[in-house]
């Protein structure tokens, strides 16, 4: 498709378990994005991938969180022993800038529900 | 603390009625300043964009936006809305280069 891919729409997952996010950005956007959102509030910046090095992970709330992008395109989240305050939509943003501000376009997100 | 912030939370309009949706931030420098949009079920879309130039910027579906310096603002105005315009609205900026901050979003509704 020509928008931002996210896979699963939605997951449900026990306390402790691993959960893999994956994201498919638009063909040809070097920069790629992780936000949180939980209910109301506004998205909140994880990760920002220039390429396929991590340029900015400053936003990961701790070492159970790991994000990659190995290609250059697709980008996988990953969580690990998740918590029940891990539940919230993962956003995927992609955007053609190069080191300069330009739009996001974001993905529909991936609700994850931390039983 | 650099922040962006919207200080309402919900509005609720009548179909036709003029609308804006406020925004302020707290940085050092100008920074590149968006509104999107998120409707229930689908992805957030860009309204609108400001990083230089005329502080008065013209967006989709006929949104409007203008850059205060003066009073760090940059409030989304439109002036008749439609009921399709039910919706969350973020403001957000870029003062890294790196990344966007949100803001915690309004929520529109409508009314006949």
């Known amino acids: 498709g020509a928008g931002v891919s996210q896979t699963p729409s939605n997951k449900v997952t026990e306390k402790g378990k691993y959960v893999e996010l994956r994201c498919d950005p638009i063909s040809g956007h070097t920069a790629l994005y992780w936000y949180r959102q939980s209910l109301g509030q506004g998205p909140e910046f994880l990760i920002y991938f220039q390429g396929t090095g991590a340029a900015d992970d400053s936003g990961l709330p701790n070492d159970r969180f790991f994000a990659v992008r190995p290609e250059g395109s697709v980008s996988t989240l990953k969580i690990q022993r998740t918590e029940r305050g891990d539940s919230a939509v993962y956003l995927c943003?992609?955007?053609?800038?190069?080191?300069?501000?330009?739009?996001?376009?974001f993905g529909e997100g991936s609700r994850l529900t931390v039983l | 603390a650099q922040s962006v912030t919207q200080p309402d939370i919900h509005i609720t309009v009548s179909e036709g009625a003029s609308l804006e949706l406020r925004c302020n931030y707290s940085y050092g420098a100008t920074p590149y300043l968006f509104w999107y949009v998120q409707s229930p079920g689908q992805g957030l879309q860009l309204l609108l964009k400001?990083?230089?130039?005329?502080?008065l910027v013209q967006g989709i579906k006929g949104f409007e936006a203008e850059f205060k310096r003066s009073q760090s603002s940059f409030n989304l105005r439109k002036p008749s809305v439609h009921w399709s315009d039910a919706a969350e609205y973020f403001c957000?900026?870029?003062?890294?280069?790196?990344?966007?901050?949100f803001g915690t979003g309004t929520s529109l509704t409508v009314i006949p």
């Open positions: 943003a992609s955007s053609t800038r190069q080191g300069s501000a330009g739009e996001l376009f």
């Open positions: 957000a900026v870029d003062v890294t280069g790196n990344q966007f901050y």
């Open positions: 400001y990083f230089s130039g005329d502080t």
